[in-house]
């Protein structure tokens, strides 16, 4: 009897990098919206500071979502009146 080989290959083991041990991929790193409004200048930093709330925590993708939305905002005239 002959084995077969696998074609298939296995998928490689990340390793946790605070513990060191075998495990899935950790989650996104988060950040409070009043250390992300901190860390930016100018323009960016006026958006951030409309949108974000100081106490929350956010991902990369959620901040990047949050901006694109209320850049894609309709601007209304006389505040809608």
Known sequence: MAKEE???????????????????ASAPPT???SQL???VSGVDRDIMAA?????????DADVKSAIDKFLKKEVSINGGR
């Open 6 to 24: 696998s074609t298939a290959q296995a998928e490689p083991v990340k390793e946790s990098p605070d513990t060191g041990t075998p495990g899935k």
């Open 31 to 33: 950040f409070s919206g």
């Open 37 to 39: 409004i901190r860390s």
């Open 51 to 59: 949108i974000l709330l100081p106490d929350q925590q956010y991902t």
